[in-house]
């Protein structure tokens, strides 16, 4: 059982920074995709952004330009590196792996969540 430990969240000021960390105990991260989702109460989860095994990305159109995802294989981390934050972008924030050990198998991990708040 892969266990994912998030870092990084906490309150800032509308155009402020934020680096979001998670930590992986597999120790195949380095073939598994890796995802950042947000949720907001009430709502379901949604995808954020994310990092194929050979480091392509993807991310939702509201974040382009503001927000960074990136690993360390060696090190096992996932990063979101979220600037020119806005009100709108608080929620928590879930990491996730993805695992397909078999072509007829697919495993998914989540992290804690870690909470962001952007005040105005």
């Known amino acids: 059982q892969v266990q994912l430990e998030e870092s990084g969240g906490g309150l800032v000021q509308a155009g402020g920074s934020l680096r979001l960390s998670c930590v992986a105990s597999?120790?195949?991260?380095?073939?598994?995709?890796m995802n950042w989702y947000r949720q907001a109460p009430g709502k379901e989860r949604e995808l954020v952004a994310s990092i194929s095994s050979g480091g392509i990305t993807n991310y939702v159109s509201a974040v382009k330009g503001r927000f960074t995802i990136s690993r360390d294989n060696p090190k096992r981390t996932v990063y979101l590196q979220m600037d020119s934050l806005k009100p709108e972008n608080t929620d928590v924030y879930y990491c996730?792996?993805?695992?397909?050990?078999?072509?007829?198998?697919?495993?998914?991990?989540w992290g804690q969540g870690n909470l962001v708040t952007v005040s105005s």
């Open positions: 597999g120790v195949r991260f380095s073939i598994n995709d």
């Open positions: 996730n792996e993805v695992a397909v050990p078999t072509v007829e198998e697919r495993l998914e991990f």
